[in-house]
Structures are given as structure tokens and as C-alpha cells.
């Protein structure tokens, strides 16, 4: 019995770390996510005028 009293605390305190941390993230205000970030290399270079 004493695996699963230390099993659910582990677990409490995981998932209190995650919960903090997701608030502070998502109070930080960031004009771009982690998704459009991740994606930024795939989007086409613009094309100069001059390079034509």
C-alpha cells in the first residue's frame, strides 16, 4: 500500500508542475505560439523586386 500513497503523490505533484506552468505560459502573452514557430522554416522567402 505504501507504493501507491507515493505513486499518487508523485503524481499530484507532476501534475501541479504542469498546471503552473501551462498558466504561466499562457499569461506570458506571446504574439506567436509553438506551433507557428515550429513551422516558420517552411514558409516561401519573399521574392525582391531587384532579383527579377
Same mark, same amino acid.
Given at each position: 500500500?505504501?507504493?501507491? %500513497?507515493?505513486?499518487?503523490?508523485?503524481?499530484?505533484?507532476?501534475?501541479?508542475?504542469?498546471?503552473?506552468?501551462?498558466?504561466?505560459?499562457?499569461?506570458? %502573452?506571446?504574439?506567436?505560439?509553438?506551433?507557428?514557430?515550429s513551422?516558420?522554416?517552411?514558409?516561401?522567402?519573399?521574392?525582391?523586386?531587384?532579383?527579377k
Open positions: 500500500m505504501n507504493v501507491l %500513497g507515493i505513486t499518487i503523490l508523485v503524481s499530484s505533484c507532476l501534475a501541479a508542475i504542469f498546471v503552473v506552468c501551462f498558466a504561466i505560459e499562457s499569461r506570458r %502573452g506571446r504574439k506567436s505560439s509553438f506551433e507557428r514557430d513551422l516558420l522554416p517552411f514558409e516561401p522567402e519573399p521574392i525582391d523586386k531587384a532579383e
